[in-house]
């Protein structure tokens, strides 16, 4: 049984990772959950406290992740319409990834605000806003899922 919660672990450990720069996954839950198989193993390498403390911040980070580009965009002059640009630039984008993940929720933001009757000026600024929030959120997920897969291994090896 446990190697079946080894090698399950690993493959949602590897989902997780993906599902960082991946639009459609939410990865650092899904790496939490491949650490949790582990912790169900024999092995129990962590304690309870250690796991309801990362559980705490996979919660955290996910929210704050859907947050920040939606501050950026406001922050810098944004609207509804320049926010729903950068969602659909960024399920557009993944299609032709690698650049498309970081153009495309620029150019949506743009569009969109654009598409609401905004100025150039103004659209072009949502964009960045939108770029800088994607990229903050991108980092701050890949770093959890990150140290997530870190400890995987290190317990596991």
């Known amino acids: 049984m446990d190697i079946f919660l080894y090698i399950f ?9 993906c599902g960082c ?53 406001k922050k810098l002059g944004g609207t509804k319409w320049g926010t729903w640009g950068a969602t659909i630039g960024l399920i557009i984008g993944f299609f032709f990834a690698p650049y ?21 000026k103004v659209a072009f600024k949502s964009g960045i806003g939108s770029l800088i929030g994607f990229v903050c959120g991108t980092g701050l997920k890949l770093m959890t899922s990150g140290w997530i897969t870190y400890e995987f291994f290190k317990a596991l090896f």
């Open 100 to 120: 498309g993940i970081i153009i495309g929720p620029f150019a949506g933001a743009v569009i969109g605000e654009l598409l609401y009757g905004k100025d150039s």
């Open 9 to 17: 672990g690993g493959v949602l450990i590897l989902i997780g990772l």
């Open 21 to 73: 720069i991946l639009p459609i996954l939410p990865g650092p839950p899904i790496s939490f959950i491949g650490l949790l198989l582990l912790q169900l193993s024999s092995k129990h390498p962590f304690t309870s406290k250690y796991m309801w403390l990362l559980a705490v911040i996979v919660v955290v980070v996910t929210i704050i992740d859907n947050v920040i580009p939606i501050f950026g965009t």
